[in-house]
């Protein structure tokens, strides 16, 4: 079964960087675009960030310039590293593909941006 595990999530200062980590199982990972979301409290959850099969990625306007999102293929893993963090970057991130068109989303991880 397909399975999604975040990691990498904290507490950080602004301006600090967290690179997080979703491993991939149950799914030919290679073949299909990966996403990162984030849910702050009390909004909907919302798209920060994709990368396709051929490593083409797109971002929100929000964090372009400070967040880049990767793929190792050969690990099933899919990265966010994020820079030049702000408190409103404070979320549950989480990673999400569609298989068959079905969608399965992580559990999420917490980043909390804050002095």
């Known amino acids: 079964q397909v399975q999604l595990v975040e990691s990498g999530g904290g507490l950080v200062q602004p301006g600090g960087s967290l690179r997080l980590s979703c491993v991939a199982s149950?799914?030919?990972?290679?073949?299909?675009?990966m996403k990162w979301y984030r849910q702050a409290p009390g909004k909907e959850r919302d798209l920060v960030a994709s990368?396709?099969?051929?490593?083409?990625?797109n971002y929100a306007e929000s964090v372009k310039g400070r967040f880049a999102i990767s793929r190792d293929n050969a690990k099933n893993t899919v990265y966010l590293q994020m820079n030049s963090l702000k408190p409103e970057d404070t979320a549950v991130y989480y990673c999400k593909t569609t298989v068959r068109m079905q969608d399965y989303w992580g559990q999420g991880t917490q980043v909390t941006v804050s002095s």
């Open positions: 149950g799914f030919t990972f290679r073949n299909y675009v």
């Open positions: 990368i396709y099969t051929d490593t083409s990625t």
